[in-house]
């Protein structure tokens, strides 16, 4: 039996007249010889409306009966869809993710698939055609309700298709495909034909949100070939695979950008061994995800510590630190959320020296101040005030090359 995994986000099936023209994605799928699992996202705007609801009501939501309020969201689309493929004659039914089961572990709000039973799937689908199943959401052992972290229908999309050897996992979403910058603050941008799952990760975890990063995690895990393309156009869209040869000739292949960053600086702490497991330790006890972290050199025995954060993380790592400076005997902790970074990324980065060089000097050339720097084998990060963002993505997009058929 050929299965096809199809995913439709949020704007795809935000209203009646979307929902068809998903419904013709599907039928598609169908005509091209495959059963289908569609796995869909809420409708646009409904996830924030629950989540708004959830913090009219309590100052601090119980993170558990968050998921079960927020799951809801994909719960009435994929009746309302499932509705649609049955009044045109299509075998179809709906399935939430504690119904096939979708088993992650109990971290609620940002769950992590543990198991997918497929054999369940296709027994169903010796039944019907088309499975419509909720993205975002899965249940723990024990039966609770949980989500994988916004934009986690992606990764319920590219664990099915690994579960049922899906030959590979269309995403429909708004774009054409992956641009090698947001399209919708860079009109130069240009839609690529094929990115390296490294690439893409790295573009995920730079702030691309065109793919949730645990799905392009297990698409590289499990070899899924990933095809990113519009729900409202036949383009034929991006297909994110193995990195080859011909990749690597490219030096940067796309720019990303992310505004949810917050700088945090303990100013004056002790240069002794052991700060920054004390900084840091209590941190990560709470599952704060630190991000871009600079030590700076010492003087008279003490140094700086500034490190990036989620804004959403802030309040609580504000708590942490006094009470880190306290014990510590640093003198201050200075905060900053008007920051945000700006990163190239690029696989031919490797074998290739200078970008680094480069993409100071063209940043420098329209004064904008750079605030901190961290680097990896395939990427660049600079760390910018947020004012500057849109204008450090446009810049860094032109100085490579992108907006040209191939990269300099
Ligand atoms: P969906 O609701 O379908 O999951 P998302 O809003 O999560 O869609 O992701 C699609 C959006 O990702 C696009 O509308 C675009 O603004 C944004 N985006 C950011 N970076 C890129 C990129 N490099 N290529 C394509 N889209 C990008
Ligand atoms: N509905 C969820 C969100 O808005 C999951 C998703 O769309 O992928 O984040
Ligand atoms: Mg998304």
Redesign the pocket.
Known sequence: MKILVQKF????VATLECMKQVREKVQDGLKRGSKVVAVL?AR?GDTNKLLALADEWSPAPDKAECDVLVSTGEQVSISLFTMLLKDAGIRARSLLGGQIPVTTDDDFGRARILAIDSKTLRNYLDQYDVLVVAGFQGCTQDGRITTLGR?G??TSAVALAASLDSAECEIY???D????????ICST?RKMDRVAYEEMLE?ASMG???LHIRSVEFAKKYKVPVRVRSTFSDDPGTLVTQEDSSMEAVLVS?I?YDKDQARVTLRDLPDVPGMAAAVFGPLSEKGVLVDMIVQNTSQDGHTDMTFTISRKDLPQTLELMTEVARKTGASEVLHDVSVAKVSAIGVGMRNHSGVAARAFAALTQEGINILMISTSEIKITILIQEKYVELAVRILHDTFGLDWDIGC
């Open positions: 986000g949020g704007t795809s996202s646009s934009g229908s992606d979403t708004d774009v495909g992956v641009y090698t910058t947001d399209p919708n941008a573009m691309a949100k065109v796309g990303a």
